[in-house]
């Protein structure tokens, strides 16, 4: 990943409040309708479908929101244990845009779209369950202890036949030449060229929106891709536009007949997709405080690797908030089983990659691609701060298989979690009360109603035989 394009803000950014808007309709009067978009807990879309004309009032004055809005599960439907349904009456609460998200859609015609955040300042039930301001809320509190995050996230998916999902069959794409992808080519030049048509089309779709997608790989299974994006100064810039990409290669593949899938793990016997968070600290004038000739780091990055694994239990429930999550978590895997770390080694959950001394940084490989980003990130965030408050040492770094020597397993077991979140200090402290309540509320409502259901595993398995 490129450590050195690290500015804020994009050469060439907009004029930012209603300016923005004026600015952005001049610019592309061909936009007849803009999506507002609001990032709910499961990491799913909600919002509204505006004309151009609203625009300059949303900047103004902002929009109103259901407060029901965060209490959804991801079936889009209320979960009243949150709080935010009949006891506050479902009250609409205040949302505003998010500067410099104003963008077009390339791959929808005549449209554009805007990030929406709760306002902080409403006083409003709702502003306590938005994920970014919990994103929000790390980051300030890194901040006025003089340290600066900067972040960039790996995103992998896999590219699925659309037209078989519809016939209920679950299978990788087709390549642009109409052959199935059928092998496992980590790597593969030949995976990449078959897909050249999308990614041409991301690439380009992605100067358009001025998000910064670098690299992209074949992963270790058929229709498996990986993208990564540049690292950011700042945090909540990362972050926006990692929600914003996940949005446009669901969109580009769409255009190319093709499913982008983010989930954990699609098929049994494949690899599963996971979101590594690269993360280092700067100061105030821009220096990255992990630098070091050492390969292994300084201090300063020990002690934050030792809170990410200190607090990935109580956090547990952030990277892996789905039952399909928990599958992903396997030996041997290039998924992590256990909270260790180590220098280039993709055994760990903390891995520090090779480079120049000045781009030293922690990659977090614990997260699913399906776990929000804005919440992924506040905990990792969360955790590091937490670990160089309090001086946790890590222990000695892992050399070789990290599978054959963890000593402190990852809690993979859903309810397990969802309790260790809902009891702990770390998770009150840096999230908030209200926060906690509520996904515990939210998650707990899809984890019971998920393992109530009866499969044909089970029947399998137990109808004859028991």
Same mark, same amino acid.
Request: hydrophobic fraction near 40%; proline fraction near 7%; aromatic fraction near 8%.
């Given at each position: 990943?490129?450590?050195?394009? /690290? ?9 930012? %409040? ?6 952005? !309709? #001049? ?34 004055? &902002?929009?109103?929101? $259901? ?32 500067? +410099? ?16 955040? /709760? ?12 994920? @970014? ?89 058929? &229709? ?17 536009? #990692? ?13 190319? +007949?093709?499913?982008?899938?983010? /989930?954990?793990? $699609? ?6 997709? &996971? ?10 004038? %821009?220096?990255? @405080? ?15 690797? &030792? ?45 520090? $990659? ?47 298989? #990290? ?14 979690? !969802? ?48």
């Amino acid at each position: 990943m490129n450590m050195n394009s /690290m500015n804020s803000l994009p050469l060439g950014t907009p004029p930012r %409040g209603a300016s923005e808007a004026t600015h952005f !309709l #001049a610019q592309h009067p061909q936009v007849s309708q803009i999506l507002l978009i609001l990032t709910d807990i499961n990491g799913i879309a909600r919002g509204k479908l505006v004309r151009p004309h609203e625009l300059e009032s949303l900047y103004t004055q &902002g929009r109103p929101l $259901p407060s029901s809005i965060l209490s959804l599960n991801v079936l889009g439907e209320d979960v009243d244990s949150t709080g935010l349904v009949w006891e506050v009456g479902d009250m609409d609460c205040l949302a505003r845009p998010v500067p +410099g998200t104003l963008k077009p859609c390339p791959w929808l015609a005549d449209t554009a779209q805007l990030l929406l955040s /709760m306002d902080p300042e409403a006083g409003q039930p709702a502003a306590a369950a938005d994920p @970014r301001l919990a994103l929000v809320r790390v980051v300030d509190g890194l901040g006025q202890d003089g340290l600066h995050p900067v972040l960039a996230c790996e995103l992998e998916f896999y590219l699925l036949d659309a037209d078989g999902w519809q016939r209920g069959e679950v299978q990788p794409a087709r390549s642009s030449q109409g052959h199935s992808l059928s092998q496992t080519q980590v790597y593969g030049v030949h995976e990449l060229e078959a897909m050249r048509p999308f990614f041409s089309e991301l690439y380009r779709c992605s100067r358009i929106q001025g998000l910064p997608a670098e690299t992209a790989i074949s992963e270790y299974a058929p &229709g498996q891709f990986e993208v990564t994006l540049t690292h950011r100064a700042s945090a909540l810039q990362a972050v926006d536009e #990692a929600v914003q990409f996940k949005r446009l290669i669901k969109g580009v593949a769409d255009r190319h +007949g093709m499913l982008a899938c983010f /989930m954990a793990k $699609p098929f049994s016997a494949r690899a599963g997709s &996971g979101m590594h968070i690269h993360v280092s600290l700067n100061d105030e004038k %821009g220096n990255n @405080r992990f630098a070091s000739a050492d390969p292994a780091g300084n201090a300063l990055m020990h002690h934050a690797i &030792g809170g990410m694994a200190a607090t990935i239990t109580d956090a547990m429930a952030i990277f892996a908030p789905h039952a399909n999550s928990y599958r992903r978590f396997r030996r041997s895997s290039y998924a992590p089983t256990a909270a260790t770390w180590g220098v280039n080694n993709r055994s760990v959950t903390f891995r520090v $990659p090779t480079g120049a001394p000045p781009t030293r940084h922690v990659e977090h490989r614990a997260s699913g691609a399906d776990a929000n980003p804005y919440l992924a990130a506040a905990a990792v965030l969360a955790g590091l701060h937490y670990g160089i408050r309090t001086c946790i040492d890590p222990g000695p770094a892992l050399q070789g298989n #990290a599978y054959e020597q963890a000593q402190q397993p990852l809690n993979l077991n859903w309810y397990a979690t !969802l309790y260790a979140f809902e009891q702990s200090d770390f998770i009150r402290s840096y999230f908030g009360a209200p926060f906690q309540r509520i996904f515990t509320a939210l998650k707990r409502e899809q984890c019971e109603r998920f393992y109530s259901e009866v499969t044909t595993l089970d029947h399998d398995w137990h109808l004859r035989l028991a």
